[in-house]
């Protein structure tokens, strides 16, 4: 669960708030349409997250359980709601966050959304950096155009992965140095072990982010 400054704090959603989300959606009988899909989600222990401000649920959002593509990196924001009367108080930002946070670390390297969008969704998805399919390089990939794939967004963690593993491997290898080290000038493994974390990890993100800037060139060269 996660709270920002204006109290508004985003969690899990389970099968016991399937009520709120009913009484959340009353307000807008197209969003109702979607309620089934949403139970059914809840009920795959899929991904399914709502916006609280006080107890008021003022927002929900969905991914698709099932993730797409050979390398099973695309997941699908398949439901994202604001209440009418929250929207504009950076309520649906925080939460599709929340959602690019989670994608990203369960693998799902781009987030879409398929089917049809209405104006004032796609002012909200092109304001929070997702890009018509039509104008992207990854709107060419056939398992997104297979499920209809119309806007796209690179996961903040993916656009970092390789900084991530970087540091990852970097404070194992700088762990495992380190001790040896430790052990043969200060007779310290404590110390050998900490100085050795610190300098892979940073030798580890330099490495990674490097790989991240290279990654991002060589796409937008593409692009061109």
Known sequence: MIMGKNKLKIKKMKQNDNIIIKELLK???????????????IEKKGQV??????KELVGVAALEPEQIGEKKHYAQLKFFYVAKAKRR????KKLLAHIGDVS??????????????????IGFLLSQKFVAAEHSQLGKDTDLQAVGANYILETEHAKHRGMYYGMSIGMLLGISVGL???????ESE??????????????GMAIGASYDESKKKKEEDERE
């Open 104 to 121: 990203g670390y369960v693998g799902g390297d781009i987030l879409f959304v398929s089917g049809q969008v209405s104006e004032d969704a």
């Open 49 to 54: 997250f709502g916006a609280f401000r006080e």
């Open 180 to 186: 040896m080290f430790g052990q043969t000038f200060y």
């Open 190 to 203: 404590g110390i050998g072990m900490s100085m050795g974390m610190a300098i892979g990890m940073c030798i």
């Open 89 to 92: 108080e950076g309520v649906g």
């Open 27 to 41: 307000e807008d009988e197209g969003a109702q349409m979607h309620l089934e899909e949403i139970y059914r989600i």
